[in-house]
């Protein structure tokens, strides 16, 4: 009888095992370099397909500040982004595909549905908590380090 049970929690620890494993490695590691020289490091979760798009930072209540969400449009082109179901201020820096920073929103509208334009043709968008950018001194021209830039 006892080895009956002793699957099902053998199991359900191998289960939690692969899911904080899957976890620690939802998280790669963004460094931005200010026009001074300045490098402030995050980790972040990179949205590569549709339904991580579209959801993004969604329902959350808290990020934490070293903490942000990249989105890969896997192309070039104008996008826009919103705030519907999205409970967090952001600043949201829209990036060509030489990780140059196009444009930032700063301080965007919590659970607003108004479309926040990237201005010009970018390949991803980095959310980010709303005021890190004011903080850090980061602005339109600094450059993003990631895999998915091309220097």
Known sequence: ???VQA?????????????TIAYAQAFETLTIVTQGGKKQVFQVEVARNDA??????MFRRSMAPERGMLFDFA????V??????????LDMLFVRPDGSIARIAADTEPLSTRTIPSGEPVLAVLELNAGTAARLGIKAGDRIEHGLFKH
Do not use: E, I
């Not at 826009?80 to 201020?89: E, S």
């Open 1 to 3: 009888m006892l080895r």
């Open 7 to 19: 699957r099902p929690v053998a199991a359900l620890c191998f289960v939690l095992a692969l899911c």
């Open 52 to 57: 991580d798009r579209a959801q993004g930072l």
């Open 75 to 78: 192309k070039v082109a104008p």
């Open 80 to 89: 826009a982004m919103w705030m519907q179901n999205t409970y967090l201020p």
